[in-house]
C-alpha cells in the first residue's frame, strides 16, 4: 500500500512537471507518448466516470457516518374540537379550547453493532472504487500505448509504400521509354503499370487505416474528431530500449497486480457483510428528549414540557431471516475466497504466457530485421540488373513485392513485441513509457 501511495505521489509531480508541454502540445497538436499518456489522464471521458463513481462513494461513507450523529427535528401542530363541550352531568359544561404545539426533539444513536460495521463497509467500498479507478487509469495508459504504437506502424508502412511507389513510378516511365526504343515488349509496360495501381491502392487503403488510428487515438484522449495531431515519438525510440529483456526475466509479484488488489479488497467487504449480518442479532440502543412549546393550551394541562427516555430495540424472532441473511454473507464470502484463489491462478499463468510471447515477439523481431536488410539489398540488386536489361519486369516486381512483404513483416513484428511488452507491463502495474 505504501508503495502504490509513493507510485501515486510520484504520477502527480510528472504531470506537474510535464504541464507545461502539455499545454504547448495542445495547442500545436504535437504529442509524444508520455504526453498523450498524461493528456488521457486528464482528459478521458471513460475515466472522468470512474472518478465520479469515486465521489459517489465518498458521500456514501459520509451518509454511512451521520446516521449515527443526532437527529434533530421539529413539529408545528394545531388541533380544534370546534367549540366541544364536556358535560359531566352538571349545569357546568367544560369547553374544550383549541391547542397548538411547537416541538422540538433529539434522537441519539447510543448503541448499534451493524451502525459501526455499516461505516467500516461503506470506507471498504469506498476504497474498492478507488482501486476500480486505479484500474480504469492502467486500461487507458495501456489503449493510448497501443494506439499510438499502431499508429506510428501505420505511418512507417505508409511512407515505405509512397516511396516504394515513387521509385517505382520512375521505373515505370523508364519502362515506357525503353518500350517506345523498341527493347522491351508492351506486356513489360504492363506489368510496371499494375504493380503501380495496387501500390496504389495499397497506399490509399494504409491511409484510412491510419487515420482510423488517429481518431481512435482522440477518442482515447478525450479530444474532438477534428482535432490536428501528429505524433512526435519515432517508432525505433520505443524498439532501441531493452525493457523486453528485463520483462522476460523479472518475478511477478501478484500483490502489484491492480485485480488482485481488488480481489483482496472484496475479500474484506463479503467478511464484514458477514459480521454485519449477525450484529442484526444485537440489540440497539438509542436516545431521545423532546421539548414542547404550547402555543394554544387547555385550560386543564397535564402534559410535561420536557421529555427524556432510552429505547433498547431488541429482535426476538423473524422467522429465520436472520439466519438465512447471515448464511448468504457467508455463502458470498466462500465464493470470493475461491474467486481470489482462481484469479491468483489465472494471472500466474497470465505471466508466465506473456513471457512466452515476448520471447517469441523478440525472436520474431530480429528475424524480420534480418530479412528486411536482406530484402532491400535483394531488391536494389535487382532493380540495377532490370534497367541494364539483364533481368525481366517479371523478375523486379516479384523482388519489389518481396521486399514490402518483408517491411510489411517487419512492421507486425515490432508492433507485435511492444504489445506482448504492454502486457507484461499491465500485468506488473509498471508502465516504462
Known amino acids: 500500500m505504501m508503495m502504490t501511495q509513493m507510485k501515486k505521489r510520484w504520477i502527480g509531480l510528472w504531470a506537474l512537471l510535464l504541464l507545461p508541454s502539455l499545454i504547448l502540445a495542445q495547442e500545436t497538436g504535437v504529442l509524444s507518448l508520455q504526453q498523450a499518456v498524461a493528456y488521457a489522464e486528464e482528459h478521458n471521458k471513460q475515466l472522468q466516470v470512474s ?5 459517489i462513494y465518498k458521500q456514501k461513507v459520509r451518509e454511512a457516518i451521520a446516521q449515527g450523529l443526532p437527529q434533530i427535528g421539529g413539529t408545528v401542530n394545531y388541533n380544534t374540537n370546534f367549540g366541544y363541550e364536556m358535560n359531566f352531568g352538571g349545569n357546568m359544561p367544560i369547553k374544550m379550547k383549541d391547542q397548538s404545539n411547537v416541538v422540538g426533539s433529539v434522537s441519539q444513536l447510543l448503541f448499534s453493532g451493524q451502525w459501526i460495521v455499516n461505516v467500516q463497509v461503506s470506507k471498504i467500498a ?16 495501456e489503449n493510448v500505448c497501443n494506439t499510438y504504437y499502431t499508429v506510428l506502424s501505420g505511418e512507417r508502412l505508409k511512407e515505405i509504400v509512397s516511396m516504394n511507389l ?3 513510378n520512375k521505373v515505370y516511365e523508364h519502362t515506357r521509354n525503353m518500350y517506345d526504343a523498341g527493347t522491351v515488349e508492351i506486356t513489360d509496360v504492363d506489368q510496371i503499370r499494375i504493380t503501380v495501381g495496387l501500390l496504389k491502392n495499397s497506399l490509399a487503403t494504409l491511409e484510412r487505416n491510419v487515420e482510423l488510428s488517429y481518431n481512435l487515438l482522440r477518442l482515447q484522449l478525450g479530444l474532438k474528431a477534428d482535432q490536428p495531431l501528429r505524433l512526435s515519438d519515432p517508432l525505433e525510440s520505443f524498439l532501441d530500449k531493452e525493457d523486453y529483456a528485463k520483462l522476460a526475466v523479472q518475478q511477478f509479484e501478484i500483490s502489484n497486480n491492480p485485480e488482485f488488489q481488488v480481489m483482496q479488497t472484496q475479500e474484506a467487504m463479503n467478511k464484514k457483510m458477514v ?8 440489540p440497539t440502543i ?5 421539548y414542547t412549546y404550547k402555543l394554544l393550551k387547555p385550560a386543564l394541562d397535564m402534559s410535561p414540557q420536557h421529555a427524556a427516555g432510552v429505547v433498547m430495540s431488541i429482535p426476538l424472532f423473524t422467522g429465520f431471516e436472520r439466519k438465512s441473511l447471515v448464511e448468504q454473507a457467508k455463502i458470498g464470502y466462500e465464493q470470493t475466497l475461491l474467486n481470489k484463489s482462481l484469479l491468483e491462478d489465472q494471472l500466474y499463468l497470465n505471466d508466465k504466457q506473456y513471457k512466452f510471447e515476448l520471447k517469441s515477439a523478440t525472436e520474431n523481431y530480429f528475424l524480420q530485421k534480418e530479412n528486411i536488410d536482406l530484402a532491400k539489398r535483394v531488391l536494389e540488386n535487382i532493380r540495377r540488373k532490370y534497367e541494364f536489361g539483364a533481368v525481366s519486369s517479371l523478375d523486379l516486381t516479384q523482388a519489389n513485392n518481396n521486399y514490402l512483404e518483408a517491411e510489411n513483416n517487419y512492421t507486425n513484428a515490432c508492433l507485435t513485441l511492444l504489445q506482448a511488452e504492454l502486457k507484461l507491463e499491465r500485468l506488473y502495474n509498471e508502465f516504462s513509457y
Open 51 to 55: 472518478r465520479k463513481g469515486v465521489d
Open 166 to 168: 515513387e521509385n517505382l
Open 286 to 290: 438509542s436516545g431521545q428528549y423532546s
Open 126 to 141: 469506498e476504497r474498492l472504487s478507488v482501486q476500480q479507478a486505479d484500474i480504469t487509469v492502467l486500461d487507458i495508459r
Open 275 to 282: 459480521g454485519l449480518q449477525k450484529w442484526s442479532y444485537a
